[in-house]
């Protein structure tokens, strides 16, 4: 049965919490609820004294019918006390359900925001490392397990009061007997607990694998047109299918530990039952116990015994909604990577960035920067050109505070960036990537994303100022389009020009840009860089650079390679130095001038005929490429 394991291991942030630890957290959110939770303890024991009086008068009917005087009038008055037990017992409960809704739908309501706000407070590498499925999981179906721990609970004080009733009532009826039946509750008690273990282990698993199929469907309608360009229906369904079986396999196998327990629980308590039925008899027919108490002894095992197995059962169930609590707290208490040292609010930020021999590594085994330096004047716009893995993206997201760097200095106008509070210093910072996220609603609503304050008239001004507002008219709607799911209604460039027209309503101070032009046509490239000369004007800027016009555009160039800087400085200074940005000019940006014809054009670098022919032949298929 190990496969049906696969996959199921506890995330990196989960950690095992004591039934104590966890109960205490849950009584702490059931505290708003204390009068709600009072009420409902009242009309809980009411509801167990009236249960309780029904069987007793019953007996007591049973036994009037054996003395022929008065026999009617007291029948009489019986029944109505019946009904009128019946009925108390049902306005009881239904006065415990009424507000016990209320106070679990409260208790869930503040739990899943708390979740909430513990998504959103994870740092980014929190999400490199957990699939986004898994963490929905827990914000969804986890919270609404959680109630399961609260209905329980409440269920349990039910049963307690009723138990402790009935008990007194056998007590009161015979004591030989209640001893005889109170025989058989530690081997209930014995059995339940011993599912305890194995039902929490189910549970978390039953849990996980939930979380698999929800993190499965997600990425395949996340990535369906990807699927669906290679043809790939197949191979996702088929994907789909296993988790989903195993899903299936761990689900059944809690149901069958979850319901076996009750069979086992009420095949005990049904022995019980026949001891006490065989010694009641016997005590019957010596006149020792009248037959009115026998019955009334009777009728209260049957009811002794369903809370009793409930609460017996009720560590075996207990779990169900211990582990989506454990999960759910795990989430919350997950180790932030990133420790600010203090909570300083920002004014207006001057832009002047500073690394001072700063060591960065995702992970502990692979270091990315080392003692690395770097200084950005203000209002300074820099490119960062390189190939893959050589560090670019890391620069403008330490910059973004998004990773904790871990050994080193990083100041922000000369002022330590752990120092910060980050909320107030993300509102300086603007940050496009190369694919930007557009969130459901208009163009305007995603403009005003970042200054929900904003008035249409600050929203349409600066959709004006980028490309001088022509990419409004290729727009259904204009402002007002809507751009479907993460930007789908529109075209890439249309994105981008999204995406810049809302960092120039944010205003901030430094920029990072992932290379905004990356994957546009001509003229939206031209709106675009028309909107970035406009964006960058007097603000720090890091580029990631892959187009030649952006890289051109930069007061300075950084070329780096596997986390250094090897060669930084102008364009035109680079070119004739002849070292690596001469070497990335000729691979990749020569192609991009307008006057490029491959075998032909400056190259600076002094290369042979062989590499000259071998570059060239690169341009040409990155040229193809484009077109």
């Not at 998504?119 to 590498?125: G, I, L, N, T």
């Not at 039953?206 to 191979?235: M, P, Y």
């Not at 580029?543 to 300075?556: G, Q």
Request: glycine residues 8%; hydrophobic residues 45%; proline residues 4%.
């Amino acid at each position: 049965m190990g496969f049906i394991m696969d996959g199921l291991d506890a995330e990196a942030y989960d950690r095992v919490y004591s039934d104590r630890t966890l109960m205490a957290r849950i009584l702490g959110y059931f505290r708003p609820e204390l009068r709600a939770m009072l009420l409902v303890a009242a009309a809980i024991g009411l509801a167990s004294v009236s249960d309780t009086v029904l069987p007793v008068l019953i007996s007591h009917g049973i036994d009037t019918l054996r003395n022929p005087s008065n026999t009617q009038t007291a029948i009489f008055w019986i029944v109505v006390a019946i009904l009128i037990s019946g009925v108390l017992s049902w306005t009881l409960n239904f006065i415990r359900r009424s507000f016990m809704a209320r106070a679990v739908g409260n208790v869930v309501l503040n739990i899943r925001k708390d979740a909430f706000d513990a998504v959103v407070a994870r740092d980014m590498s929190f999400y490199d490392e957990t699939p986004s499925g898994k963490v929905v999981s827990r914000v969804t179906s986890d919270t609404e397990d959680f109630a399961t721990v609260v209905t329980l609970t409440l269920n349990l004080l039910s049963q307690i009061f009723l138990v402790l009733l009935i008990v007194c009532v056998l007590f009161y009826i015979n004591v030989g007997l209640t001893l005889l039946t109170l025989t058989i509750v530690p081997v209930i008690v014995f059995v339940a607990l011993a599912f305890r273990r194995i039902a929490r282990l189910t549970t978390q698993h039953a849990r996980r694998a939930l979380a698999r199929v929800n993190n499965t469907v997600q990425e395949t309608i996340s990535g369906i047109s990807i699927a669906k360009n290679f043809r790939q229906e197949q191979t996702i369904y088929t994907e789909f299918k296993a988790v989903n079986k195993q899903s299936y396999q761990v689900n059944l196998r809690q149901g069958l530990i979850f319901t076996g327990i009750f069979p086992l629980l009420n095949a005990i308590a049904g022995i019980g039952t026949a001891i006490v039925l065989y010694f009641g008899g016997l005590k019957v027919l010596d006149h020792s116990v009248s037959p009115g108490s026998w019955y009334l002894f009777v009728q209260a095992i049957a009811i002794l015994w369903f809370p009793l197995t409930g609460i017996a059962s009720f560590w075996s169930q207990f779990q169900l909604g211990l582990g989506a609590s454990e999960r759910i707290f795990a989430l919350m208490d997950a180790e932030p990577r990133i420790h600010q040292h203090a909570q300083q609010p920002l004014p207006r930020l001057a832009g002047a960035i500073e690394f001072g021999h700063l060591d960065f590594g995702y992970t502990d085994v692979t270091p990315v920067l080392q003692d690395f330096n770097l200084t950005i004047p203000a209002a300074q716009t820099i490119a960062i050109v390189g190939h893959t893995g050589a560090g670019k993206s890391t620069l403008a997201k330490l910059v973004a505070r998004f990773y904790e760097f871990q050994g080193g200095q990083l100041l922000i106008d000369g002022q330590d960036i752990r120092s910060f509070d980050l909320s107030d210093y993300h509102r300086h910072l603007g940050i496009v990537p190369q694919v930007p996220f557009l969130f459901s609603g208009t163009v305007a609503d995603n403009i005003r994303y970042p200054r929900p304050d904003a008035s249409d008239a600050d929203v349409e001004t600066v959709a004006l100022r980028i490309g001088g507002g022509d990419w409004l008219e290729a727009l259904p709607n204009g402002l007002q389009t809507e751009v479907g799911e993460m930007g789908r209604s529109l075209s890439m460039g249309q994105r981008q020009l999204v995406a810049l027209a809302r960092v120039l309503l944010q205003n901030p101070s430094i920029i990072v840009l992932d290379e905004a032009t990356a994957s546009v046509d001509p003229l939206t490239e031209a709106q675009i860089q028309e909107g970035l000369d406009l964006i960058l004007r007097d603000r720090t800027a890091i580029l990631i650079a892959h187009r030649l016009s952006t890289v051109k555009s930069a007061d300075r160039i950084l070329v780096m390679q596997q986390g250094k800087i090897v060669e930084e400085g102008t364009h035109e200074g680079l070119l004739e130095r002849g070292g690596h940005y001469a070497h990335l000019y000729n691979t990749y940006f020569r192609s991009q001038t307008a006057d490029y014809k491959p075998g032909t054009g400056f190259v600076p670098v002094k290369l042979s005929e062989e590499e000259i022919a071998e570059l060239d032949r690169l341009a040409e298929a990155a040229r193809v490429a484009g077109e």
